[in-house]
């Protein structure tokens, strides 16, 4: 590679996600629900009020109790002493999964959101956060959708005000249908005998008491819906269609004019403050799971965690290389990905966390640009003295043109960026401080919410070639067509073109090869590992 060829490296969250850091959407959300629910549990004068006076209740207790410990102490038995347990379910599932794909290997170690919440309530309110959120004309919409249950996104949204209330429905009607008794079977006050026949009723196979019945009912929900979780994971893309609601994207997640926002100011004040929340907490979030990571503990070096990379995707970039007859091709040949994956130039890290700068820690040169802001910036700019001051920035990209009243404006990522004063990147054409430069992206899904920066680069007229490490053969798939979205037909087509002869950038992509797994235990007995 010419020394006159700048090494542009751009990331995202699947470059996160090689550390074994759970930085994704989904895991965030099970964040904020559990957030939610602890928030319920231990604020609600409701829950306080019924385990209080309910002489019915599954949970029996010393008659000795003073009735005003009665709450502490269910609290502590069926609650605060069961985070441990439930921790320890996920984790031996988690085990298990990783067994079926990684024999021999160790498990990076996991937190189940709950422990991680507790890491954050010492210094942060969050859970209270959680709850304020879910309470917002954002938070209203979002996980109406995100949860598709009615029942349990009712139970969420308990009504922690009026406990005389709910104790009068609690003790007289017998109706699983009726909220109350409902809400007490999903926190674990009562037994019910549950229809699974029924689609208006809560479908679960388990009873257990407190925690350990909503935790149930909650992970099992998200195991019979994980298509859905994933579509609503695409937060820029939904809040594009909240905001512009597109057509196309109306019918994408299959929702109907009642089910988006009806805009004036109270509603209009409602979504920003969710959005100002949401970034809060992902802030947060985000923190606690990654400001104690060790690269070189997980990994011996922050050199050996890129030359993984390599390796797991170097038979396919040579395979693809040799059948186009370009075994030579810049940034192609071998050698030349390590290369700069170990030194690039240039991070556009489009991630919120700093684990790219704690894998490049000492290389001074490298210069990182944080694209939508960052957990732990320097310094935090924010025009409102009573807003919520993060720097991260989730917004969506209007790469339709759909018609937005201008008070809709400042939910556009751009315009976010720019109020948040975070790091910007454009190459401008007439550029003269770079001659060419090479573009490798992994971790990046190319979706059109970004399409401002990776358009700019994919068109530049500098640009040499450009390589993109995908995950698996879908995600090449979906990579090439959201890439084919951004781009007009002449300027992918001639992308596409390769050949020794060709004039002009090249996009080439390689995918990580499936590793060889090792023998399962049971089938290494009587072996050993010694030289033959």
Same mark, same amino acid.
């Given at each position: 590679? *010419?020394?006159?060829?700048?090494?542009?490296?751009?990331?995202?969250?699947?470059?996160?996600?090689?550390?074994?850091?759970?930085?994704?959407?989904?895991?965030?959300?099970?964040?904020?629900?559990?957030?939610?629910?602890?928030?319920?549990?231990?604020?609600?004068?409701?829950?306080?009020?019924?385990?209080?006076?309910?002489?019915?209740?599954?949970?029996?207790?010393?008659?000795?109790?003073?009735?005003?410990?009665?709450?502490?102490?269910?609290?502590?038995?069926?609650?605060?002493?069961?985070?441990?347990?439930?921790?320890?379910?996920?984790?031996?599932?988690?085990?298990?999964?990783?067994?079926?794909?990684?024999?021999?290997?160790?498990?990076?170690?996991?937190?189940?959101?709950?422990?991680?919440?507790?890491?954050?309530?010492?210094?942060?309110?969050?859970?209270?956060?959680?709850?304020?959120?879910?309470?917002?004309?954002?938070?209203?919409? @979002?996980?109406?959708?995100?949860?598709?249950? #009615?029942?349990?996104?009712?139970?969420?949204? $308990?009504?922690?005000?009026?406990?005389?209330?709910?104790?009068?429905? /609690?003790?007289?009607?017998?109706?699983?249908?009726?909220?109350? &008794?409902?809400?007490?079977?999903?926190?674990?006050?009562? %037994?019910?005998?549950?229809?699974?026949?029924?689609?208006?009723? $809560?479908?679960?196979?388990?009873?257990?008491?407190?925690?350990?019945?909503?935790?149930? $009912?909650?992970?099992?929900?998200?195991?019979?819906?994980?298509?859905?979780? *994933?579509?609503?994971?695409?937060?820029?893309?939904?809040?594009?269609?909240?905001?512009?609601?597109?057509?196309? &994207?109306?019918?994408?997640?299959?929702?109907?004019?009642?089910? &988006?926002?009806?805009?004036?100011?109270?509603?209009?004040?409602?979504?920003?403050?969710?959005?100002?929340?949401? %970034?809060?907490?992902?802030?947060?979030?985000?923190?606690?799971?990654?400001?104690?990571?060790?690269?070189?503990?997980?990994?011996?070096?922050? *050199?050996?965690?890129?030359?993984?990379?390599?390796?797991?995707?170097?038979? *396919?970039?040579?395979?693809?290389?040799?059948?186009?007859?370009? #075994?030579?091709?810049?940034?192609?040949?071998?050698?030349?990905?390590?290369?700069?994956?170990?030194?690039?130039?240039?991070?556009?890290?489009?991630? /919120?966390?700093?684990?790219?700068?704690?894998?490049?820690?000492?290389?001074?040169?490298?210069?990182?640009?944080?694209?939508?802001?960052?957990?732990?910036?320097?310094? $935090?700019?924010?025009?409102?003295?009573?807003?919520?001051?993060?720097?991260?920035?989730?917004?969506?990209?209007?790469?339709?043109?759909?018609?937005?009243?201008?008070?809709?404006?400042?939910?556009?990522?751009?315009?976010?960026?720019?109020?948040?004063?975070?790091?910007?990147?454009?190459?401008?054409?007439?550029?003269?401080?770079?001659?060419?430069?090479?573009?490798?992206?992994?971790?990046?899904?190319?979706?059109?919410?970004?399409?401002?920066?990776?358009?700019?680069?994919?068109?530049?007229?500098?640009?040499?070639?450009?390589?993109?490490?995908?995950?698996?053969?879908?995600?090449?798939?979906?990579?090439?067509?959201?890439?084919?979205?951004?781009?007009?037909?002449?300027?992918?087509?001639?992308?596409?073109?390769?050949?020794?002869?060709?004039?002009?950038?090249?996009? @080439?992509?390689?995918?990580?090869?499936?590793?060889?797994?090792?023998?399962?235990?049971?089938?290494?007995?009587?072996?050993?590992?010694? #030289?033959?």
């Amino acid at each position: 590679m *010419s020394n006159e060829t700048q090494k542009i490296l751009l990331i995202g969250n699947g470059f996160d996600l090689r550390t074994g850091v759970k930085t994704t959407f989904r895991e965030f959300f099970r964040f904020v629900i559990y957030g939610i629910i602890w928030h319920n549990y231990l604020k609600s004068e409701v829950l306080r009020t019924i385990i209080t006076n309910d002489n019915n209740l599954k949970f029996k207790l010393d008659s000795e109790v003073p009735r005003e410990e009665l709450f502490q102490k269910y609290f502590d038995e069926k609650i605060n002493n069961k985070i441990q347990v439930i921790a320890n379910i996920q984790k031996e599932k988690e085990k298990i999964e990783w067994e079926k794909e990684h024999h021999g290997e160790n498990l990076l170690p996991s937190k189940h959101p709950l422990e991680i919440l507790l890491e954050i309530e010492k210094e942060e309110a969050i859970s209270e956060w959680c709850r304020k959120l879910i309470e917002t004309e954002f938070g209203q919409k @979002f996980f109406k959708h995100l949860l598709k249950s #009615p029942y349990l996104e009712e139970a969420l949204r $308990i009504d922690l005000s009026n406990p005389s209330e709910w104790l009068l429905g /609690y003790n007289v009607d017998n109706n699983l249908k009726d909220k109350f &008794l409902r809400w007490s079977v999903i926190y674990g006050l009562k %037994e019910a005998i549950v229809d699974t026949k029924e689609d208006d009723c $809560i479908s679960f196979d388990y009873l257990g008491e407190g925690l350990e019945t909503i935790t149930h $009912i909650y992970e099992s929900h998200l195991e019979k819906n994980l298509n859905n979780i *994933s579509l609503w994971s695409d937060v820029e893309t939904v809040i594009e269609l909240l905001i512009t609601k597109d057509e196309k &994207l109306k019918t994408k997640y299959n929702v109907k004019n009642d089910d &988006l926002p009806i805009w004036n100011d109270e509603t209009l004040k409602s979504f920003s403050e969710g959005l100002d929340i949401f %970034e809060f907490i992902l802030t947060n979030y985000l923190k606690a799971i990654t400001d104690k990571l060790d690269i070189e503990e997980r990994f011996g070096s922050a *050199s050996d965690f890129l030359e993984s990379i390599y390796k797991a995707h170097e038979d *396919s970039m040579l395979m693809r290389c040799t059948l186009r007859s370009l #075994p030579n091709a810049p940034l192609m040949k071998q050698g030349d990905l390590l290369e700069f994956l170990k030194n690039p130039d240039m991070v556009i890290n489009y991630n /919120y966390t700093d684990i790219a700068k704690k894998i490049y820690k000492g290389k001074k040169d490298i210069k990182h640009v944080h694209i939508n802001g960052q957990i732990n910036p320097e310094l $935090i700019f924010n025009p409102s003295k009573e807003g919520l001051k993060t720097n991260i920035v989730i917004g969506y990209t209007n790469h339709n043109n759909n018609d937005v009243p201008k008070e809709l404006y400042h939910f556009e990522k751009s315009c976010r960026r720019i109020v948040k004063n975070t790091e910007y990147f454009r190459l401008k054409p007439d550029n003269n401080t770079v001659l060419t430069f090479d573009l490798l992206i992994i971790g990046h899904s190319c979706c059109t919410a970004d399409s401002d920066i990776i358009g700019n680069l994919l068109t530049h007229k500098k640009l040499h070639n450009a390589l993109i490490l995908c995950h698996t053969k879908d995600d090449l798939i979906s990579i090439n067509n959201n890439i084919k979205h951004i781009l007009d037909p002449e300027t992918y087509g001639n992308l596409m073109t390769h050949g020794p002869n060709k004039v002009g950038p090249s996009l @080439f992509f390689a995918v990580e090869q499936p590793k060889q797994n090792k023998e399962p235990p049971e089938e290494r007995k009587g072996q050993t590992d010694e #030289p033959q």
